[in-house]
């Protein structure tokens, strides 16, 4: 496996992107969430990037403008379309003998693939997509930790079921550690129903109705994200796929392998 820098432009700015080749004529690109280096959280695309090459399946990853080594305006996910347009373009260039492009982006990465419809690619593998909406008046890169978010009820209630199974939970509600009258709030929104979808959970399903390649949404089960998409999301599409036990870097053992596992399968299913 080789692994070299690749400086490419976007739109009058300089962007940076890793490259790790083989012999493969479909690839992997990594589409980076939230304001993270293309690295990942705790060097899991890095670690991704160099087992897919290794299993033969040249693989790109890069720093969306105004992240990283990338230069120019952060404009957050939802207008990060001509950063992965670009981020296409010199990955095929890069590598002349790529026939097809697979693409993996988790959280809002997930969804900016969505917006995007796609953004010309042949197969999609989607983690925890972002459904929540921004503040009013906030700054597009700009967003609330899933903790900070409003939950679903479905979401509130998956919550506080485990917590009765807790004993730590619980010696603290018994010693007057919990705030009551947050949590007789929380219990009461736990009580609702789900609302509609949120706008920008529509804007997803509409854009990922324009893309006609494999579709695969992968989802950790302890995430709260991947909790709210699921309830923002028809739970009956056959493209869902639950990884047991995972949090939302899939940093367990199991669940890095179970990703690894379902980008590969998808990866040689063009083969």
């Known amino acids: 496996m080789t692994r070299r820098p ?31 280096l293309r ?11 160099e087992k897919v090459a290794t299993a033969g399946f040249p693989t790109f990853r890069f ?18 379309a001509a950063d992965i347009a670009a981020a296409v373009a010199a990955f095929r260039a890069q590598v002349p003998t790529l026939e097809r492009i697979v693409a993996f982006g988790n959280c809002d990465a997930a969804s900016a693939l969505m917006l995007a419809g796609g953004a010309g690619l042949d197969a999609l593998a989607l ?64 009580a609702k129903s789900d609302g509609a979808p949120t706008p920008l959970a529509k804007q997803l ?15 950790a089960e302890n995430d709260r994200t991947a909790q709210a998409f699921l309830a923002n999301w028809d739970k009956a599409d056959p493209h869902l796929h639950m990884c047991p036990g995972a949090s939302h870097s899939f940093i367990e053992p199991q669940a890095r392998l179970w990703l690894l596992g379902q980008i590969l399968a998808m990866l040689r299913s063009f083969n």
């Open 6 to 36: 690749v400086a490419f432009a976007c739109d009058g700015s300089e962007m940076v992107g890793t490259l790790d080749l083989a012999a493969g004529r479909t690839g992997l690109l990594i589409v980076t969430g939230g304001n993270e």
């Open 39 to 49: 690295a990942g959280p705790w060097g899991s695309q890095a670690q991704i990037a």
């Open 63 to 80: 720093d969306r403008r105004g992240v990283g080594d990338s230069a120019g305006d952060n404009a957050g996910f939802a207008r990060s």
């Open 127 to 190: 983690a925890n997509p972002w459904t929540f909406e921004p503040e009013p008046g906030a700054a597009p890169e700009v967003a609330k930790a899933p903790a900070q978010q409003t939950m679903p009820p479905s979401v509130l209630r998956r919550h506080y079921l485990r917590r009765l199974t807790d004993p730590r939970a619980i010696w603290r509600l018994l010693t007057g550690q919990v705030e009551l009258s947050k949590m007789a709030s929380s219990l009461t929104e736990a």
């Open 205 to 219: 399903a509409d854009g990922l109705a324009r893309f006609t390649g494999p579709v695969t949404i992968l989802l």
